[in-house]
């Protein structure tokens, strides 16, 4: 879920746009332009992770994916999912483009904070590993819940029950994108180590 | 088939026209403009200047107000709750809830500034195809790595959503069907691990291709944009109308 246009207050989106711009920065300083069709590759087939809809119970919720994405790319991650929420914003006018900097962060900050987090538990063997896996996956949806949360709550008090809300709504994709994460770990160590050559660079 | 698509960039007609770059700046100035704005007035002005634009562009109406429905849904949520959650003058009770008058009205500006800057970026935005908008972002001054990262990625979506839907189409030949269990995560982590294994060896066939062909991190374009008349009329015009809006929100601070 995006924040749409029109909701946050001046402030809010002065101090996302604010953090997004440092963050996309220190990706593209980090990222050489021989590395672009690497990164834009693996970061189209991100976007395209995100149209698989996920049942969970009654309810539905989409694959995100932002913490595998933080420990494949590091920081590069943030470049990376500021262009996919441009492309969000221009194929399916999800997001915006003042709240671009705000959902970046919410999404973008939680990938590098995994990052750091957790690529030092995935160097160990079996499973310790998996536990690091599935808890990436899971801590970087709880931060986007708590990100989007606090943007709400720093836009005004009468937002809070709103935020709760909005965090609510997170808990179960905690859990699924914390097995998903587990899972493509699994895949991965089994059939493409190389692909997670950046984890011990 | 294909889900992802951009309805709106092909046509004709004047929005269509206009220079790409002239468009990105009104649209970027309109957007901050009206999700600063706090005045009724002001956002009304805006709400206006969107639909003109929207005549403009002559997009097909079914269509711009299916994605205006769809888009709402977070607008929708914030409506459920916000109305009694801001505090004020109590107006109805529904159970234990109680909703304000300015909760409602608050509601209701969010809304209107929400759809505002939606209906102006499909008009100014939706209306410039992808590519041409990676290059007129790259004319404007933007970092060019981060526009290569645009094109490049933008590039690759058609090309993973056809994998994606094929396959989707052998899961589904093989009897698969999503439910809440855990043969139904693995089985699209699985899904998920196979898209970004054949990403990386295309990235990886892809980059050596293009070191075959010299690829040295820039993209010529044959593209150049010229600058009309037209375009300095709507420039002009759009500048006069936001500079009106700003105004307004200025003289008549906080209607709300």
Partial sequence: MHISEGVLSPAVLAGGAALAVVGTAIGLKKMDYEAIPRVAILSAAFFVATLIHVPVGPVGAHLVLNGLMGLLLGWVAVPAILVALFLQALLFQFGGLTVLGVNTVIMAAPAVIAYYLFRPLLRQPGTIAAVGAFACGFTAILLSGLFMAAALVFTGEAFWPAAQLALAAHLPVMIIEGLVTLFIYQYFRKTQPALLAKLYA | ?256
């Avoid at chain 2, 088939?1 to 009104?26: N, Q, T, W, Y």
């Avoid at chain 2, 209306?127 to 981060?146: A, D, E, N, R």
């Fill in chain 2, 1 to 256: 088939m294909s889900g992802i698509a951009e309805p709106f960039s092909e046509g004709s007609s004047l929005a269509h026209r206009l220079d790409p770059r002239g468009k990105i700046v009104v649209a970027a100035l309109f957007a901050t403009l009206i999700a600063v704005a706090q005045s009724l007035a002001a956002v009304l002005g805006g709400l206006t200047l969107a639909v003109l634009w929207l005549f403009l562009a002559w997009l097909p109406w079914r269509q711009v107000l299916g994605k205006l429905l769809a888009v709402n849904s977070f607008i929708f949520f914030l409506w459920l709750v916000l109305p009694f959650s801001y505090p004020g003058d109590p107006l109805f009770t529904v159970g234990p809830l109680t909703a304000t008058k300015q909760g409602i009205w608050f509601s209701a500006l969010i809304t209107l500034k929400s759809n505002a800057i939606i209906i102006g970026l499909i008009a100014l935005i939706a209306t410039v195809p992808v590519v041409t908008l990676g290059q007129s972002l790259h004319s404007l001054k933007l970092p060019p790595k981060l526009c290569h990262l645009l094109l490049f990625t933008y590039r690759y979506l058609y090309v993973f959503e056809e994998e994606y839907q094929r396959l989707r189409t052998a899961m589904k030949m093989r009897g698969f069907r999503p439910r809440t269990n855990m043969h139904t995560y693995r089985a699209f982590a699985y899904l998920a691990a196979m898209l970004l294994v054949r990403s990386a060896d295309r990235a990886e066939r892809v980059f050596q291709a293009m070191l075959c062909r010299g690829f040295r991190g820039v993209f010529y374009s044959l593209r150049t944009f010229s600058w009309q008349r037209r375009d300095g009329v709507f420039l002009a015009g759009s500048l006069l109308a936001l500079a009106a809006i700003l105004l307004t929100e200025w003289r008549l601070p906080r209607l709300v």
